[in-house]
């Protein structure tokens, strides 16, 4: 949980940096995405603080009871999830430091779009972006994690210590936020590259082909920490995916596609719902 806070208060500080640094220098292209800064600003802000008051939660929610951990059967869990009970025990630990470690890589991934010298002019817009799907992927996931209260992998272990399968935390196996923020991170990235790009055609499904690495190497270490069971990975994976991808392209300008109110004066004046495909 340590490391979802971190990467949390990291993006929340180059986010306050950024209001504080100077002016962002205007670029000679049109506008890729239109921001309300005055309103998402500080909404995202507040974001990260529910974020942290959720992550705190997390930490600090109960976990299985010695009654319970007695009664698990690994052989009672669904045939797709059982391999994640059945994992080498003594490798748990490094698999864990491996995803933390492949998570906060994952984290800094969208910084490479700065090498783009069209990109880099709206540095300040991406971060504003990247802030704001952090902060709503983490919300989902406490969201979620909270209510949720399925056991970890490792409580149906035999060889794990009675003492860290009843410890707190031991309910939160769905979802993977540890995926989820890796999927938010990557698609983010291609994503935007891409609009920026639109040049690319279909060759920017190579781009959203490759964001899925960093997330399936996230999920496979958890996986194999005995943290999560494959369907916690698989749903932490989409849900983050689907952040990273939907926070830019509703904000962007001049979409070709999607639902739209369009003023109209004559005779009589109103608004036209316009779907386009």
Known sequence: MLYFKRNTFVVLILFISSVCSGQKIKSNYSEVYNLDKKLELPLTIVLFGADFAGFNHLANK??????EVQLLNANNVWKFDR???????????????????????????????????RIREDWFDILLLYGETHAINSGIYVSIAGFSNRARPFTYHPEVPLSEK??????????????????????????????????????????????????SVVGYFRVKAMKHFPSDVIVGGVIGASVGILVPHLHKTNKQHGLSMIPFTGSFSGLKLNYTF
């Open 62 to 67: 109960s976990g299985v009871d010695q009654h």
């Open 83 to 117: 391999i994640a009970t059945k994992q080498k025990a003594s490798f748990r630990e490094d698999a864990q430091s491996i995803s933390d470690v492949a998570l906060n890589i994952s984290a800094l991934l969208p910084g490479i779009l700065a090498l783009d010298e």
């Open 166 to 215: 009843t410890a707190n935390e031991t309910r939160n196996a769905f979802f993977s936020g540890h995926v989820s923020s890796a999927a938010s991170a990557s698609f983010f990235m291609a994503k935007v590259y891409s609009d920026y790009h639109p040049g690319l055609g279909n060759k920017k499904y190579w781009l959203f082909a490759a964001a899925l690495v960093p997330p």
